[in-house]
């Protein structure tokens, strides 16, 4: 196992994996990472991982994205998203809509 090591503090990032369905019903893959608040969406886990690395090198700093891509990832993966939970978001999405338009 390769570890890299940053004032004595292990560096690792935890990028969790889910199953949502996007605003039209498809299937696709949610990656987030909690300690930068990142999250993205894609149809498959190939394109999330690519658009994650995209968002960083848009938003991190150079010296964050170099720490990123040198460090060791561990991917946990959460429990899907159930429908009840997909209905409950269009939900409270549909009244945000209503609300600022």
Do not use: C
Request: glycine share 4%; aromatic share 10%; no cysteine.
């Amino acid at each position: 196992m390769n570890q890299h090591e940053e004032s004595g503090k292990l560096l690792q990032n935890i990028i969790y994996v889910r199953a949502t369905f996007d605003w039209t019903g498809r299937k696709g893959v949610e990656l987030s990472m909690e300690n930068e608040k990142v999250t993205v969406f894609a149809h498959s886990f190939k394109t999330a991982l690519k658009d994650m690395m995209e968002s960083g090198i848009n938003h991190w700093e150079r010296e964050k994205l170099v720490a990123f891509n040198r460090s060791e990832k561990f991917f946990e993966i959460q429990p899907a998203m159930t429908l009840e939970e997909k209905e409950e978001l269009d939900y409270i999405l549909k009244n945000w809509e209503s609300e600022i338009s």
